[in-house]
């Protein structure tokens, strides 16, 4: 009985290292650090039915406890990757807002072909998901897991490129000053002319046409 419970409860382990894992990835991609009460609910769940099983006489009442343990555990890992799959596209898309469609575009291309449409399948994949699991609990969830993964590398990736992209935009800012400057300073030397030197040359053409006028007429 106890080889028995040992060997069912040590199944559960590769799925609970996964929950743990979207549970600790669902809190550190939200800004607020909240305890979200639906995942946690269900670990508890699955930890009392695990307790039950250590409680039952009959190996058929142990496997019984065991099962519900395991889709406990599976439904506190769905819900947290629900939840982790709406804050890191929402995060993705945070970080990569500052920056224009032309820095995004010659720093980060692959954002519009492959990041962003990468993004857009994995929220819209979430209702498909829910409705696999239930057919096939284990399978959709595995699958669903590595989809998540997958949006967590995407996140990491945009980290490291965002100094670049602030590099890029923040050279883009200093050019465009600099050719706002120069564009006041040729305007400055138009209406210097318009304003002060050009009135000044009138005056001596006037002065010099004046005295040639009077040179030829003496």
Same mark, same amino acid.
């Given at each position: 009985?106890?080889?028995?419970?040992?060997?069912?409860?040590?199944?559960?382990?590769?799925l609970? #290292?996964?929950?743990k894992?979207?549970?600790?990835?669902?809190?550190?991609? %939200?800004?607020?650090?909240?305890?979200y009460?639906?995942?946690?609910?269900?670990?508890?769940?699955?930890? %009392?039915?695990?307790?039950?099983?250590?409680?039952?006489?009959?190996? #058929?009442?142990?496997?019984? #406890?065991?099962?519900?343990?395991?889709?406990?555990?599976?439904?506190? +890992?769905?819900?947290? /990757?629900?939840?982790?799959? +709406?804050?890191? +596209?929402?995060?993705i898309?945070?970080?990569?807002q500052p920056y224009?469609?032309e820095t995004?575009?010659?720093?980060?291309?692959?954002?519009?072909?492959?990041?962003?449409? $990468?993004?857009?399948?994995?929220?819209?994949?979430?209702?498909?998901?829910?409705?696999?699991?239930?057919? %096939?609990?284990? $399978?959709?969830?595995?699958?669903?897991?590595?989809?998540? @993964?997958? /949006?967590?590398?995407?996140?990491?990736?945009?980290?490291?490129?965002?100094?670049?992209?602030?590099e890029y935009?923040?050279?883009?800012?200093?050019?465009?000053?600099?050719?706002?400057?120069?564009?006041y300073?040729?305007?400055?030397?138009e209406?210097l002319?318009?304003?002060?030197?050009?009135?000044?040359? +009138?005056f001596?053409?006037? @002065?010099i046409?004046?005295?040639?006028?009077? /040179?030829?007429?003496k």
């Amino acid at each position: 009985m106890e080889d028995s419970f040992y060997n069912k409860l040590s199944e559960l382990l590769p799925l609970y #290292e996964k929950v743990k894992l979207a549970i600790l990835l669902t809190e550190n991609f %939200d800004e607020k650090r909240e305890m979200y009460v639906a995942p946690m609910n269900q670990l508890r769940s699955a930890l %009392d039915h695990i307790f039950k099983a250590v409680s039952v006489e009959k190996p #058929e009442n142990c496997s019984y #406890e065991l099962k519900e343990a395991e889709e406990h555990m599976t439904r506190a +890992g769905y819900d947290a /990757l629900e939840l982790l799959a +709406g804050s890191s +596209g929402t995060s993705i898309i945070n970080k990569l807002q500052p920056y224009d469609t032309e820095t995004l575009t010659k720093i980060y291309p692959e954002y519009f072909t492959r990041i962003k449409p $990468k993004i857009i399948e994995i929220q819209q994949g979430i209702a498909e998901r829910r409705m696999e699991r239930k057919a %096939d609990l284990d $399978k959709s969830f595995s699958a669903y897991f590595n989809e998540i @993964a997958e /949006l967590v590398q995407i996140s990491t990736a945009v980290d490291r490129i965002i100094p670049s992209l602030q590099e890029y935009s923040d050279k883009k800012a200093k050019e465009k000053l600099n050719k706002k400057e120069e564009e006041y300073k040729k305007r400055r030397k138009e209406r210097l002319w318009q304003y002060c030197i050009g009135p000044i040359i +009138g005056f001596v053409s006037a @002065a010099i046409l004046a005295v040639l006028t009077w /040179l030829l007429t003496k």
